[in-house]
């Protein structure tokens, strides 16, 4: 019995940081253009329609402009 736990207990560690990995993913730095200089933008901001609202904390949104100005707006 102690043989197929320990299978079993490594398969679901296996799934968790396969899980843990794709967050990751999703919520690394992103950047407003693809021009060198660009802004990277990181925790506790997001990239506002980019990137997920876990990825950043709430408020602390970032757009662009089409020009590729980081763009923060403040609620008045």
């Known amino acids: ?4 736990l320990f299978f079993f207990l490594l398969l679901m560690r296996l799934l968790a940081e396969i899980n843990g990995r794709s967050q990751d993913d999703e ?9 060198y200089g660009s ?5 506790p901001f997001l990239l506002k329609d980019h990137q ?9 949104e970032l757009s662009y402009s089409e020009g590729g100005q980081t763009m923060l707006e403040l609620p008045s």
Request: proline letters at 11%; aromatic letters at 14%; glycine letters at 12%.
């Open 1 to 4: 019995m102690g043989i197929p």
């Open 39 to 43: 802004l990277a933008v990181r925790f």
């Open 27 to 35: 919520c690394k730095a992103s950047r407003c253009s693809e021009y």
């Open 52 to 60: 997920p609202d876990h990825c950043g904390y709430p408020g602390f």
